[in-house]
């Protein structure tokens, strides 16, 4: 048997590929553990048959109307629809609402860890973290830092590296850094402190006798 035959090829892009793309998408929206190969053919050809069930009256409409013979262009473009567009929006259209409080009543948050909920929202912070041996490194989170997001590792980057006051409060950047990496084996916990201003860091250091509002993360 030739899979690779016009009416096999046709059905496989048919019901596979939807489904992969919305998959796909899903993935980069939400990543994961690895799945395994058979379970996502699977997983795609149901997706593929929720996205033209989805789809079913543009598609009734689509064919009565004979544009594969009276307009290919458009024809072709919406195919492309139903085969890329649609099965990205769908996937996109789940994840945000499993963010929302009432899908959550029954469904659990996209978001499997803590660390990339908190992180994914990109807010500056000011960050204390706790490694095991009980010694404290302090800096700045902001644009130019980074969070590693899983399946990766907890790995965080501070773009700035700051010296604590005996009081725990931050006292003064660090000078002649570039930043500070934390490993996830040396974590304890991460304790977030609010940026209520945006000035450069001699102006808020003034600032930070430390500041009341903060979030606690364990690691």
Same mark, same amino acid.
């Given at each position: 048997?030739?899979?690779? =035959?016009?009416?096999?090829?046709? &059905? /496989?892009?048919? #019901? %596979?590929?939807?489904?992969?793309?919305?998959?796909?998408?899903?993935? $980069?929206?939400?990543?994961?553990?690895?799945?395994?190969?058979?379970?996502?053919?699977?997983?795609?050809?149901?997706?593929?048959?929720?996205?033209?069930?989805?789809?079913?009256?543009?598609?009734?409409?689509?064919?009565?109307?004979?544009?594969?013979?009276? =307009?290919?262009?458009?024809?072709? &473009? /919406?195919?492309? #629809? %139903?085969?890329?567009?649609?099965?990205?929006?769908?996937?996109?259209? $789940?994840?945000?609402?499993?963010?929302?409080?009432?899908?959550?009543?029954?469904?659990?948050?996209?978001?499997?860890?803590?660390?990339?909920?908190?992180?994914?929202?990109?807010?500056?912070?000011?960050?204390?973290?706790?490694?095991?041996?009980?010694?404290?490194?302090?800096?700045?989170?902001?644009?130019?830092?980074?969070?590693?997001?899983?399946?990766?590792?907890?790995?965080?980057?501070?773009?700035?590296?700051?010296?604590?006051?005996?009081?725990?409060?931050?006292?003064?950047?660090?000078?002649?850094?570039?930043?500070?990496?934390?490993?996830?084996?040396?974590?304890?916990?991460?304790?977030?402190?609010?940026?209520?201003?945006?000035?450069?860091?001699?102006?808020?250091?003034?600032?930070?006798?430390?500041?009341?509002?903060?979030?606690?993360?364990?690691?």
């Amino acid at each position: 048997m030739d899979i690779w =035959s016009a009416d096999k090829l046709v &059905l /496989f892009i048919a #019901f %596979v590929v939807p489904g992969f793309v919305s998959l796909k998408t899903y993935a $980069l929206l939400s990543p994961g553990t690895s799945r395994q190969a058979a379970t996502d053919v699977v997983d795609a050809v149901s997706f593929s048959c929720i996205n033209y069930a989805l789809l079913i009256w543009p598609i009734i409409s689509i064919h009565s109307m004979r544009l594969e013979t009276t =307009s290919p262009t458009t024809f072709a &473009l /919406f195919c492309t #629809f %139903v085969l890329l567009i649609a099965p990205i929006s769908w996937a996109c259209l $789940l994840f945000r609402l499993r963010q929302t409080q009432f899908f959550q009543r029954s469904l659990p948050h996209p978001t499997a860890k803590p660390w990339d909920f908190l992180f994914a929202q990109r807010k500056p912070y000011w960050v204390i973290v706790t490694i095991k041996d009980g010694k404290k490194i302090a800096g700045r989170y902001a644009s130019r830092s980074f969070a590693s997001s899983n399946p990766a590792r907890e790995q965080l980057y501070l773009e700035e590296a700051w010296h604590l006051s005996d009081a725990g409060g931050f006292d003064r950047p660090r000078t002649d850094t570039a930043g500070i990496l934390v490993l996830s084996a040396e974590i304890e916990s991460v304790e977030l402190f609010h940026i209520t201003t945006g000035g450069t860091s001699e102006q808020i250091s003034t600032e930070l006798a430390l500041s009341p509002a903060s979030q606690g993360l364990a690691a």
